[in-house]
């Protein structure tokens, strides 16, 4: 009799430890997604992809990403809210919308604000960059890194822009930020906001002429078979955050912080190796599709049509952003 008691319990501490082991070996993963399309040449998904990629060899398959592109978890604000609030791990988003949380990450969206992509990188990996993260991470989203999407450039089916004058009667679908709406008006266009869900419909139906756009994005979103001229406006630069749950981050094991960061810091760098020479590429590209493309004439006019939009942001506060900005383009 105590010898079958003896191996019962035996038995029942080895299962015991086997489950054990078994529950100690289970990857942490975590669901991570963006708005846009899972193409090759989307830039959000090259940084999706990349941080995976990099996590999960830095941990040596501990920590497993799971990735939901097309909206599957959300759109842009729906996954900036639900990174901040836990119900969303982790997200690559538009900064123009991360600013409708953080409103100090509008500046980067202000009109022909950079010189080139060089200072683009001085300002996102300096100071600001860290400023700005900062001040997101106290509202419960820590930014990882700064994926790039280039310059935007409108797209329209009514006329070549080269001029602001040019912008007159044009309705533009922008995001719901406040900056793109105040650029559109500003240049003479009709801005109007729109989810991106709603935008291709709305142009085919004509309800609107055009959006804005980074060249790389318009043929994975394939805007050229719905639009026809392409304006190399380059008003402004598209960056795209890479953002995990600051509660869930302070939760991970001190080890699994560190794999996340370095892996953060390796898609980067991988993101935007990917994203370089692609404008060209997808510039060529469109153009034997048949799209239309423009050069602009100076931009120093379009500068100064724009100016009312520094000013309401110097007013709200933000010129020190701006002076920082500008600073480190010289």
Same mark, same amino acid.
């Given at each position: ?7 019962? =319990? ?80 982790? =997200? ?169 960061? =370095? ?68």
């Amino acid at each position: 009799m105590r010898t079958r008691h003896f191996l019962q =319990a035996a038995a029942l501490a080895l299962c015991c430890a086997a489950t054990g082991a078994a529950q100690a070996q289970q990857p942490t993963t975590l669901k991570l997604g963006w708005p846009t399309s899972d193409g090759a040449t989307d830039p959000l998904a090259i940084g999706a992809r990349a941080f995976k990629q990099a996590l999960e060899k830095q941990s040596g398959g501990a920590m497993q990403v799971q990735l939901y592109p097309n909206r599957q978890i959300g759109d842009d604000k729906q996954l900036v809210e639900g990174v901040r609030f836990g119900t969303v791990d982790a =997200a690559v988003v538009t900064n123009a919308v991360t600013a409708q949380t953080e409103p100090a990450f509008g500046v980067l969206e202000l009109p022909f604000l950079f010189e080139n992509d060089a200072h683009v990188q001085r300002v996102l990996d300096g100071p600001v960059g860290a400023d700005l993260a900062k001040r997101l991470a106290a509202r419960g989203a820590v930014v990882l890194g700064y994926f790039e999407g280039g310059f935007r450039s409108l797209i329209n089916n009514k006329r070549p822009v080269t001029q602001p004058a040019d912008m007159g009667g044009v309705k533009v679908r922008v995001m719901q930020n406040p900056v793109y709406i105040d650029l559109v008006n500003a240049l003479g266009g009709a801005a109007v906001p729109m989810a991106w869900g709603e935008t291709i419909t709305a142009i085919q139906q004509g309800t609107i002429d055009g959006l804005e756009l980074p060249v790389a994005l318009i043929e994975p979103l394939k805007v050229n078979e719905f639009a026809k001229y392409l304006s190399l406006t380059q008003h402004t630069f598209t960056a795209y955050e890479l953002l995990i749950g600051k509660r869930l981050l302070d939760r991970l094991p001190a080890q699994q912080q560190a794999w996340v960061q =370095a892996a953060a810091k390796e898609a980067v760098l991988e993101q935007r190796r990917a994203m370089a020479g692609q404008t060209p590429k997808a510039l060529e590209s469109l153009q034997k599709a048949g799209m239309q493309v423009n050069a602009i004439g100076d931009v120093a006019n379009f500068r100064k049509a724009v100016a009312p939009v520094y000013d309401k942001a110097r007013k709200a506060g933000q010129g020190a952003l701006i002076d920082a900005v500008l600073a480190a383009g010289k």
